[in-house]
């Protein structure tokens, strides 16, 4: 299998580091946000997204690949042309794909935390420096990645900006499958509010745990139902690593893609920052 790593078992979190030594860094992500600890950064001023809402889109209507990579479901977005730009960062970033991380239970899922409290379920959206040209140049630099981070929170009723993507979801059930999406507007799935957020330094929450990203969580949770998010919990997972509780990665049942979040991790002195008063 291609992946070195897994979120359970002998080559979980805690032995990411054997082979992917920057997960053992003092810059790793995620982090446990701790608000009455934050300083306000008058810099950090709303967020602009160039065509999140493909208004702009060159040809006809915008079409997303939507991918079980094995290990979460992404969201390809490439030619959309997506920018951010604002949110205090230096200079423009191109948004290359955005992915889900997810729970087994409803109290469980998100990668960060706002003081210790997980949500079930969180988005990220991955933008590179448009300096650095591509995005693996990008991957590895101090300022080459700035992820969006937006929690979900459950609601009794099914998000309707979802419903496109639960579709697609459902045709990608098995680690490498991938289905394209015509109706999932990006922008629908972020805050109205793109003015306040939390900021640190940090890195990728996955292997190579390049410490590279700067991160940015919007205090403003979306909806999910829980119909929806039952379909990203019935994803099955890479075959041949497993997620179950015994260790045992040569298993021939797949298992279903839960609990793919890494744990919590140290601040070692980092300070977050916040974009209100
Ligand atoms: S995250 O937002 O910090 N969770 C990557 C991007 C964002 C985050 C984590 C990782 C990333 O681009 N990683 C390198 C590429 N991956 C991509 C993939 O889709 O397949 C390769 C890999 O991990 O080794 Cu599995
Ligand atoms: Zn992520």
């Given at each position: 299998?291609?992946?070195?790593?897994?979120?359970?078992?002998?080559?979980?979190?805690?032995?990411?580091?054997?082979?992917?030594?920057?997960?053992?860094?003092?810059?790793?992500?995620?982090?446990?946000?701790?608000?009455?600890?934050?300083?306000?950064?008058?810099?950090?001023?709303?967020?602009?997204l160039d065509n999140f809402d493909y208004t702009s889109a060159r040809t006809g209507p915008c079409v997303l690949n939507?991918?079980?990579?094995?290990?979460?479901?992404?969201v390809r977005v490439s030619g959309e042309d997506l920018r951010?730009?604002?949110?205090?960062?230096?200079?423009?970033?191109?948004t290359?794909?955005f992915?889900?991380?997810?729970?087994?239970?409803?109290?469980?899922?998100?990668?960060?935390?706002?003081?210790?409290?997980?949500?079930?379920?969180?988005?990220?959206v991955?933008?590179?420096?448009?300096?650095?040209?591509?995005?693996?140049?990008?991957?590895?630099?101090?300022?080459?990645?700035?992820?969006?981070?937006?929690?979900?929170?459950?609601?009794?009723?099914?998000?309707?900006n979802?419903?496109a993507?639960?579709?697609?979801?459902?045709?990608?059930?098995?680690?490498?499958?991938?289905?394209l999406v015509e109706q999932l507007v990006l922008r629908t799935l972020l805050?109205?509010?793109?003015?306040?957020?939390?900021?640190?330094?940090?890195?990728?929450?996955?292997?190579?745990?390049?410490?590279?990203?700067?991160?940015?969580?919007?205090?403003?949770?979306?909806?999910?139902?829980?119909?929806?998010?039952?379909?990203?919990?019935?994803?099955?997972?890479?075959?041949?690593?497993?997620?179950?509780?015994?260790?045992?990665?040569?298993?021939?049942?797949?298992?279903?893609?839960?609990?793919?979040?890494?744990?919590?991790?140290?601040?070692?002195?980092?300070?977050?920052?916040?974009?209100?008063?």
């Amino acid at each position: 299998s291609k992946h070195h790593w897994a979120y359970k078992g002998p080559e979980g979190p805690d032995s990411w580091h054997v082979h992917y030594k920057y997960c053992a860094g003092e810059r790793q992500s995620p982090i446990d946000i701790l608000p009455l600890t934050c300083e306000y950064d008058p810099g950090l001023e709303p967020f602009i997204l160039d065509n999140f809402d493909y208004t702009s889109a060159r040809t006809g209507p915008c079409v997303l690949n939507v991918t079980n990579n094995g290990h979460a479901a992404s969201v390809r977005v490439s030619g959309e042309d997506l920018r951010v730009r604002g949110g205090g960062l230096q200079g423009v970033y191109k948004t290359a794909e955005f992915h889900f991380h997810w729970g087994s239970t409803d109290d469980l899922g998100s990668e960060h935390a706002l003081d210790g409290i997980k949500f079930p379920l969180e988005m990220h959206v991955v933008n590179y420096a448009e300096k650095y040209g591509t995005i693996k140049q990008a991957m590895n630099k101090p300022d080459g990645l700035a992820v969006l981070g937006v929690f979900f929170q459950l609601s009794e009723v099914d998000n309707p900006n979802f419903v496109a993507l639960d579709e697609a979801l459902k045709h990608v059930h098995k680690a490498g499958e991938h289905n394209l999406v015509e109706q999932l507007v990006l922008r629908t799935l972020l805050p109205d509010d793109l003015s306040r957020y939390w900021r640190y330094n940090g890195s990728l929450t996955t292997p190579y745990c390049f410490e590279s990203v700067i991160w940015t969580v919007f205090t403003e949770p979306q909806k999910i139902s829980h119909t929806q998010l039952e379909t990203l919990r019935s994803l099955l997972h890479e075959e041949g690593h497993d997620m179950n509780d015994r260790g045992d990665h040569h298993t021939n049942t797949p298992s279903r893609l839960v609990d793919n979040w890494r744990p919590l991790q140290p601040l070692h002195g980092r300070k977050v920052t916040r974009s209100f008063p």
